[in-house]
């Protein structure tokens, strides 16, 4: 009866750690998929032509924040001639949308001035489709933080499914007589301390609602502004609705310490299977 018990209890464990480190990694991964298609652009244009081109405008856009804050953009078009034919471009990297920080890209702007003659990168298959600047950017690398909740919630549903324990071998010496068991009762101990685990949850739920937090405020930012992310907001939900989850069983955690703790004992330290055993508890 104690190991079906005990067997369901480890079940209802690993599906609940399942469910955790699943939802870890698909938030991972869905948050990673926003820049995947930037980096295959910057891959696939490896072998685009190299054009002359010609500016024709330049400045930095600013976008306002709902909290009052800015973020800027580089806007850019020029012109470039495939076989005679004339095309305008209005792309100066793969990776769209807005940050922080304007002197960088004021500077940028500013070595694009209008009538600049400079280079870009043209579609062979498409002369319509090009870019100015087809390398790697320094936004590109945000997609590594997404990128580490994948990582953490593909281990941990590798370790609660995949893995496991190899037990050690008993190391019998022939010819010894094998020790007796000892006597007397054995108190049976927790698997786990209250305080670790409000330690680590609470670690947890601040690491978690911290990254989540950014991204919140970026979509709010852009439903605000009228730019709002669809995709973005769906990835978003399950994420928030997971911060909320660990919140919850913080407070749960921290209101299990004041819990009185009853100590178990056996009556004997070693069992045989069908024997009967007594056990004493006390709080």
């Known amino acids: 009866m104690a190991i079906t018990q005990t067997s369901k209890s480890e079940a209802k464990g690993k ?22 298609w930037p980096i295959v652009n910057i891959l696939q244009a490896g072998n685009w032509r190299q054009t002359p081109c010609t500016i024709l405008t330049s400045k930095v856009e600013r976008h306002s924040g709902s909290k009052g804050g800015s973020t800027y953009s580089i806007a850019v078009t020029y012109e470039y001639f495939v076989d005679e034919q ?13 940050s922080s920080g304007y002197d960088g890209k004021k500077a940028i702007v500013d070595r694009l001035s209008p009538g600049t003659q400079t280079y870009c990168y043209v579609n062979r298959r498409d002369p319509d489709d090009s870019v100015i600047e087809r390398g790697f950017t320094a936004d590109i690398l945000l997609g590594g933080i997404p990128l580490i909740f994948a990582v953490i919630g593909a281990a941990g549903f590798y370790g609660v499914f995949v893995h496991k324990k190899k037990l050690p071998k008993p190391g019998v010496v022939p010819g010894l007589p094998v020790a007796a068991p000892p006597k007397g009762g054995a ?9 670790l685990r409000l330690g680590c949850s609470l670690f947890f739920a601040l690491f978690w609602n911290a990254i989540v937090s950014v991204f919140v405020a970026q979509c709010v930012s852009g439903w605000s502004s009228g730019r709002g992310d669809g995709c973005m907001t769906a990835f978003l939900v399950p994420s928030v609705l997971v911060g909320l989850g660990v919140l919850v069983l913080v407070v749960y955690y921290f209101l299990a310490m004041f819990n009185p703790r009853p100590s178990l004992k056996l009556g004997v330290s070693t069992l045989a299977l069908g024997d009967t055993v007594e056990v004493e508890w006390t709080t």
Not at 88 to 97: E, I, N
Not at 187 to 195: A, D, E, I, Q, W
């Open 15 to 36: 599906f609940f750690l399942g469910c955790f480190f699943s939802v870890f990694m698909l938030f991972g991964l869905g948050m990673s998929a926003a820049f995947l």
């Open 86 to 98: 004339r095309h305008v471009g209005a792309r100066y990297k793969f990776m769209s949308g807005s």
């Open 187 to 195: 108190p049976l101990k927790s698997s786990g301390s209250p305080f």
